[in-house]
């Protein structure tokens, strides 16, 4: 009796649960299928979208118009929702979704004219450039329209209208992604209202987006007796939604991999069999004060429509040489105003006040490592399957040693290079795999020792300031995981940062010991600050404060709704933050935030390494969360994400483009 019982719920919970997976497979995986055809209009030949299981697609087209049909195609349908987010920020509406909190972020886009300027430069592009523009956006239209009753999610539960894709919207987003690249300058004026609302609104957009930290990606490339490897890093925010997209063109012309931006088809860095290049994004802002001459305004106004149908009115001016920051509407364009005109202006000038566009020089560097751009500064490196390693722009740190080449632009670089370079005398350690899951810090080893040795000459220390001596004293300059010190350290050397130490000058005195009472104190009290927060935050027990408790990889997922409009049901649980153990240190070859780089914690890092003896290889390593798949959250590996060889990426789906119908 108790056995027939037993088996009948057996099978109940057996049902149960295959209902639980239909329903789960039709409300998730089903949708989530690409079509097995599509037709594209203006479409010339039959293609090919091959959707690779690791997200890699690849395209196979008889030209390059239909090939750039089919990208537009593939960014619609498998990156839909951070394609139009971007859009929506790009043409400064993204009130329109996030009502009034999104005010300055539409105020700056606006007043930076984007759509304006980003409408100019497809006007000024070659026609090639425009055809391809065109079909791209015909394939993403195509996309939308496919996609419009399937939306993923986070869309399900409140679509936005799905507005045509014009081809001027993609240089909207370019330009969107060349400015999120600057990094912020210190101004030559001391105070400036207009420069501090650029400040704010680009770091909520920052934020909003979760795309920041892009200064602190290298690339390098070494030369040994097999030939030249070249590697690159790209820090590109906490974006836990996938943002990047790898595709391989495989058309009349040689096959080409290419990293590319949803919603911009120039690539970010691409191979082919005879050559492959990194472009380390990257611009930059400079202030002019000229004297002013009323005529040379030209005032612009936009408009604002928010979801409670509010309107706002944007008003900038620019004089020929860029923005002008000092601008103020009413009194420059109220003739009676008694507020005199200034006789000078503090002026922002930005290669994005144009009508310029990067795609063609992108395209270019498939050829030639020499083409200019515009828009970028074009830092970056160039190899070809000869050995032969070319420097693109003027990064702003450049190592050559004997091996090879570096290039980064943050102050970090030199800490990297020079642990690479002792990775790169030592032959056995060439490949990535054995460095770049590095965590020794030379930027640590440089400093701790020569700091630590001398904190508590002017104070009585306590149990718990020695035992937080003793961690460094003992620390082997290692940010892994379980490093009690490397904690310690990282929020000493805020702590001292924001008091306004200079740690050079400790270390001049340290080296002449000359260190004065003045700064030993200092040393003393910004270290019992540090414990004492630590303590505070973590508890008293040191042998809890692990950098990877302490320091975790933080990844959101850019939902349709701003975070402070979330509210639980929002989103389903799955789309919750993820907090994945730390490890690393900009300071390291293996790559870690910090706040003492980013403001925000940036985890997410694209890596890639590509060899001239096998040039149709193609080996990357990212995070990409699949939370969509049954017990997607419990399945997450904790760990650093493996190497994947894309080249030999198996196809799960096969989508069929076809030209119109005669």
Known sequence: MFGRISLVLGIVFVLLGMGV????????????APPASAMIPSLSNQTRILWGIEGKATIEAVDEVDAYAALGFAHGWDRLWPLLLWRQAATGTLSSWDGESALPIDQLILSFRFPHFAKQSFEALPDEEKRLLEAYSRGLNEAMKSRSKQLPPPLLDAPPALDRWEPWHSLAIERLLVWLTVPFPSPPFSENQAWDRIITATFQLRERLQFFGLSHSHAWA???????????????????????FEVTFSTAQPPLNALTFPGYPGALSAQTPSTAWVHLLHSSVQFAHIPLVAPEYAISYSRIETTSGQEHLVSSAFVPSGLVLDFDSTTHTNTDSETPHPDSIWVMQWAGFSNASDFPTVRALNRTATAAFSLFAGHGLWVNTGGTVSLMGQPQHVRTFQQGLFVGNDSWSEYVAARLISFASDSTHIHPDTWSLDTYSPWAAHLAPRLSRHLGGSVAPSPVFEEGVTYLLNWDFHFDGSSIAATIFDRWIG??????????????????????ATDAVTLDRSFEATLASLQEEFGPDLSLWRWEDINPQQWHFVSRWPKEQQTRGDLPHRFDSIYLPGAGHPSTLRWGSSALATPLPAPFSWESWWHTSQPDHWVVRRQHFNVIRPLG?????????????????????????????P
Not at 21 to 32: C, D, E, K, S, T
Not at 222 to 242: E, K, M, V, Y
Not at 504 to 512: A, H, K, M
Request: charged letters at 15%.
């Open 495 to 516: 702590q001292l940062r924001a008091s306004q130490a200079d740690i050079s000058i400790f270390l001049d005195e340290l080296d002449t010991d000359s260190l004065t």
């Open 633 to 661: 959250r419990f399945l997450i590996d904790h760990g650093p994400p493996p190497p994947l060889e894309l080249h030999q990426s198996a196809t799960a789906h096969t989508t069929v483009l076809l030209p119109p119908k």
């Open 21 to 32: 997976g239909l329903v789960w497979y039709l409300a998730y995986g089903a949708n989530h």
């Open 222 to 244: 070494i030369q040994d007796s097999t030939g030249a490897h070249l590697f690159q890093r790209h820090i590109l925010g906490a974006a836990a939604t996938p943002t990047l």
